[in-house]
């Protein structure tokens, strides 16, 4: 009986190290990212985005994205590769509803080389109502880091949440890094008398 229990003990003590070794190496990572819009001649708004990582595995959840007062879930997984050139990648399958409603498969990814990262994220919305609703919807970044806390570069646009006179739209960005915080500013049509500004603040934990 001593000898059972003591061996007991040894495996319990053992799967509690293992158990614990796994979390360590695999824990889970959460963002938190607000993007508030300023659209001229329309109402002002904020689309927050909510992610969690773990291994492979991607959750997210969305509001404002695909439309105003519209809500969605996504789940997908992480792929990266790369030393000099390196790429991520996560494909993704989500569940939109509120005023849209629907399915939508999408993917974000990025590639990056030195001081120079292009990141596009996009994803086609079938509605549930009308096949007529179904849309594109596509956010590319080309930065340039001349350090690595300040990024600036190039962003487009192509959206359904607010009106725009531009299938696709055009603008500039800079944004910057400390530790887990992350700002940022985009200005969209900057030629225009009145462009739309979107500033983004997100924390990563």
């Known amino acids: 009986m001593r000898t059972l229990t003591l061996a007991t003990l040894l495996l319990l003590l053992a799967s509690r190290e293992a158990a614990a070794q796994t979390a360590a190496e695999s824990p889970w990572s959460f963002s938190a990212f607000a993007y508030t819009y300023i659209v001229p001649e329309d109402s002002n708004y904020v689309q927050p985005t909510l992610t969690a990582d773990r291994k492979r595995l991607h959750l997210e959840a969305r509001f404002n994205y695909e439309d105003r007062n519209t809500g969605s879930l996504w789940a997908g997984f992480n792929f990266s590769g790369g030393d000099a050139v390196s790429w991520e990648l996560t494909p993704m399958i989500g569940g939109i509803f509120g005023r849209t409603s629907g399915l939508a498969p999408g993917y974000k990814g990025s590639i990056a080389w030195r001081a120079l990262e292009f990141y596009n994220e996009g994803e086609a919305v079938f509605d549930a109502l009308s096949t007529e609703d179904n849309f594109l919807y596509n956010w590319s970044e080309l930065t340039l880091s001349p350090v690595d806390w300040l990024r600036f570069g190039l962003v487009t646009q192509r959206t359904r949440a607010y009106h725009s006179d531009r299938e696709i739209q055009r ?35």
């Open 171 to 205: 603008g500039l960005l800079v944004g910057a890094s400390y530790r887990t915080l992350d700002l940022a500013a985009y200005v969209f049509n900057p030629d225009d008398s009145k462009p739309i500004v979107v500033i983004m603040f997100g924390v990563s934990f």
